[in-house]
């Protein structure tokens, strides 16, 4: 079976080397040695100011959130995955539903300004598959509306906008590091902010906001990432612009030979980008389903990433939502979506085997 993506391991004499430092230590979690070595090295990988890793993405997403801290309704995108709604639920707000834009996939400026309210405090964008969000335009109105802006950027490792760090953008962008991902710590993310005042704050709410032996300060949550996840990271880090341009090339071969055949791309606008995914869309619904069905028959498992929109979850309970949200756009795409198989280790030959079948099948 080839699956839509495959998760980028070390050496294990590597790992095994971090290991050994562990023992040694006999640290575990709690700040130790191995994660704040990662902490620096992702931190002038990534060319941020400030980066406070963590447990994983989910939980990045909630402190993003109650650290600023959000209030009432926060506009954001149904074209994702689900941890970014459910978070915004599980810290008791509100999520308001704005449409994307059909080529980059990502939330669009205009929805959002039909749907600020008094009650809305936050904008929550995605950087979907990697691509930078429309940063100016977002915080222009994030600034005239008195928003904040937060940037869900799990999929955004090392991609650049403009030429700087597409994480600088905003007031605070979260990263994801689970094994699906471009960079993984087993599981993981972290937060990024150029704000001084937040980094302090997101450290005590990781750690009980305990701030000393007999005080804790804020009611914070346990979202320490611990020295394994911490010595996988350190591991995958040296390898990491290696794998990216593997996922390039593979990328280039889709591309190349797919375009022409009926299919739209996402419009990539980073100035540095990290070939996470491989988005197509298909004609209609009906054609991506029997491609996916067919492709699944013979051993190839793409993915409908991100279909259903999250609007259409039942726990939603209402199936008139995306009339009602007017998502037109995001249905579409959701519809037509599908993500091939991409990943650093992936053969040109099965790639080549993938288009063919593709190309026969539409
Ligand atoms: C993976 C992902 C997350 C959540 O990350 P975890 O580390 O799995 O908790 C959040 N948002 C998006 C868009 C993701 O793809």
């Known amino acids: ?87 915004i639920l599980w810290e008791g707000l509100t999520p308001v539903f704005a449409d994307i834009d059909e080529n980059t996939f990502n939330i669009d400026p205009t929805s959002i300004e039909t749907k600020i309210t008094d ?16 940063v100016k335009e977002l915080q222009e109105i994030a600034d005239d509306h008195s928003l904040k802006l937060i940037y869900d950027a799990a999929h955004a490792f090392g991609v650049e906008y403009n030429n700087k760090s597409v994480l600088e953008y905003g007031d605070v962008s979260t990263l994801s590091f689970h094994a699906t991902k471009v960079f993984n710590t087993i599981e993981g993310g972290a937060l990024t902010t150029s704000d001084k005042n937040l980094v302090e704050k997101i450290k005590l709410m990781r750690n009980h906001g305990i701030i000393s032996e007999e005080e804790v300060i804020i009611p914070g949550t346990n979202a320490k990432m611990n020295e394994f996840q911490a010595a996988m990271g350190l591991c995958n880090l040296k390898n990491i612009d290696q794998n990216i341009e593997k996922r390039k090339k593979i990328y280039e071969i889709y591309r190349d030979n797919l ?81 091939l198989p991409i990943y650093p280790d992936l053969e040109e030959e099965i790639v080549n085997e993938i288009i063919t079948k593709i190309s026969s099948l539409i």
């Not at 009650?119 to 429309?134: E, F, R």
């Open 259 to 339: 375009e022409g055949n009926d299919l739209k791309f996402q419009k990539i606008v980073a100035s540095k980008y990290n070939y996470s995914y491989m988005p197509v869309c298909f004609k209609n619904l009906k054609v991506r389903n029997e491609i996916y069905n067919q492709l699944l028959k013979e051993g190839i498992h793409c993915r409908k990433y991100f279909y259903p929109l999250t609007v259409n979850f039942e726990y939603f309970n209402n199936n008139n939502l995306v009339e009602k949200y007017d998502l037109k756009k995001a249905s579409n795409i959701a519809d037509r979506i599908l993500c």
């Open 119 to 134: 009650k809305t405090s936050c904008i929550l964008a995605v950087h979907v598959y990697g691509n930078p969000c429309q």
């Open 1 to 87: 079976m080839i699956n839509v993506t495959m998760t980028d391991v070390p050496e294990l004499e590597d790992y095994i080397e971090y290991l050994r430092v562990i023992w040694n230590e006999r640290i575990l979690t709690n700040d130790g040695e191995l994660l704040r070595l990662l902490e620096t090295k992702l931190k002038a990988y990534l060319k941020v100011k400030n980066l406070m890793a963590v447990t994983n993405g989910t939980l990045a997403l909630q402190i993003a959130l109650k650290s600023l801290p959000i209030k009432g309704e926060v506009i954001t995108t149904p074209f994702t995955f689900s941890a970014t709604t459910n978070s």
